[in-house]
C-alpha cells in the first residue's frame, strides 16, 4: 500500500510525495511498517488531448525511512529517474509504461537496478466519465540489478483502482503482486 500526495505547480510540474506502507508474512509471522519515502519531482514533456498521450520525465529521492531487515527498505538513499509514457485509447483502455533505474548513494549496501513497468486497463464510469470510476488492469513488473549474474524478477499485478471523490482526485487501488 502506498500514500501518495502530487501536487501540481506550474503547468507542467508535479510535486510527489510517496509513503509505502507494508506489511509481509516471512516465516509465519506477521510484519508491517513504512517503506523508503520518496520525494520527487515530474515534468511533462509532451501531452495531447487529441491523440490521449503523454509523456513525463521524474527525479526523486528515496529517503531510507524503511526497515532494511525486515524488507522494507534499501538502508540507503537512493536517487531515482524513470521515464513515463502513457496512452489513453477512445473506447477508455489505457496502456501505461514506465523505464527507469534506482540509483543508490551507497552500492555496497543496495545495488544499482533499472526497472521496466507496463500496465493495461479499461476505465469504466457513469455520466459520461464525469461520476465515479473503476478500473481493472493488470500491471507486469520487472527489475533486475546491476551486478553480474543477476536474474531479472518478473512480477504479475491485477488490481483494481476506484475513485473514492466524484472529481475523482482521490482514488484507491488494490492489486495483489504475484512472482512469475
Known sequence: TDIIHEQ??????????DVPV????QNHTWYGGVGD????????????LKTGSILSLQGSVLLPTG????????????FETFAAFDQ???????????????LPR???ISPQKIFFRTAVGQALAKDHGLGR?????????ADRDLINHATTNWDVVPEMQVTISRRQHIRADIGVSTPA
Not at 501540481?8 to 510525495?17: A, I, M, Y
Not at 526497515?67 to 537512493?78: D, H, I, K, P
Not at 470510476?133 to 513488473?141: A, G, L, N, T
Open 106 to 108: 551507497h552500492t555496497d
Open 88 to 102: 489513453l485509447f477512445p473506447t477508455n483502455t489505457f496502456l501505461q509504461f514506465q523505464l527507469g533505474a534506482d
Open 37 to 48: 519515502t520518496t520525494i520527487g519531482i515530474k515534468r511533462e514533456m509532451f501531452s495531447s
Open 67 to 78: 526497515s532494511s531487515a525486515r524488507g522494507f527498505g534499501s538502508g540507503t538513499t537512493t
Open 22 to 25: 507494508n506489511a509481509q508474512d
Open 133 to 141: 470510476m473503476i478500473s481493472p488492469m493488470v500491471e507486469f513488473v
Open 8 to 17: 501540481r505547480f506550474g503547468v507542467h510540474n508535479q510535486l510527489e510525495v
